[in-house]
């Protein structure tokens, strides 16, 4: 389009296993009118899929503690604790929410809707996750959850009372970016403000 201030000038594959990493050159219009060239490296990654289940009464959040080899990477140990999630594989982020929350964690979602979509890295990533909340009830688990070990998931399920999560992450022991984005969702519709609870 004649308008449009990025044009992509070349794709190369640097690399094609499980998703395909790209070397893109592209040209793009600065505010005042002149052009420039850049390369990036993306990785196209399948957008994602999260969910947090809250138990009223209990006061309790539904979570997951995994291995992540990136976090670990980084010097993390890498077992994070995380709100269930999974990739879209270009299904329905609501079906794939009631999916991946069911194989993670064995629980089914009740008056599950939609509260926000991210890009959790739009330069290096093509990635967007789309979150949910909802809530549960102990009569809701329909099995033990875990994940799917012929994938090589090993996923722990952590029920935890809700303002500890929200201490967690105010602390730096949550600071997986879906799970935090979630947990400031819930505590806003909990009417709680960010000083508190302590
Ligand atoms: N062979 C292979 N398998 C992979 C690779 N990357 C992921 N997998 C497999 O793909 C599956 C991904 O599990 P899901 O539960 O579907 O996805 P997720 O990793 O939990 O994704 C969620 O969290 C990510 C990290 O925050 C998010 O990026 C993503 O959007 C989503 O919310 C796992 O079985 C994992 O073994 C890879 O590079 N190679
Ligand atoms: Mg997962």
Known sequence: MQDDPIRIVK?????????????IT??????????????????NNAGGTAVLLYNSSRRTVLLTRQFRIGA?????????????AGMLDDADPDR???????????????GLRKVIEFFPNPSSLTETVH????????RDRKDEGGGKQ??????????????????????GSIRDAKT???LQFL????????????
């Open 11 to 23: 794709e190369q594959t640097l690399s094609d296993d499980y998703a395909p990493l790209k070397k």
């Open 26 to 43: 592209f040209d793009q219009r600065r505010r005042d009118g002149n052009w420039q060239q850049e390369t990036r490296e993306v990785y």
């Open 187 to 198: 505590r806003e519709e909990l009417g709680q403000s960010n000083g508190s609870p302590s």
């Open 131 to 138: 979150c949910f909340l909802g809530e549960y009830e102990e």
């Open 180 to 182: 935090v984005i979630l």
């Open 150 to 171: 012929e994938e090589g998931e090993d996923i722990e399920v952590l029920e935890m009372d809700v303002d500890e999560a929200f201490r967690q992450v105010k602390e």
């Open 72 to 84: 670990h990477l980084a010097g993390h140990d890498g077992f994070t604790i995380e709100v269930p």
């Open 96 to 110: 794939r929410a009631r999916a991946e929350l069911c194989e993670e964690t064995g629980f089914r979602a009740r």
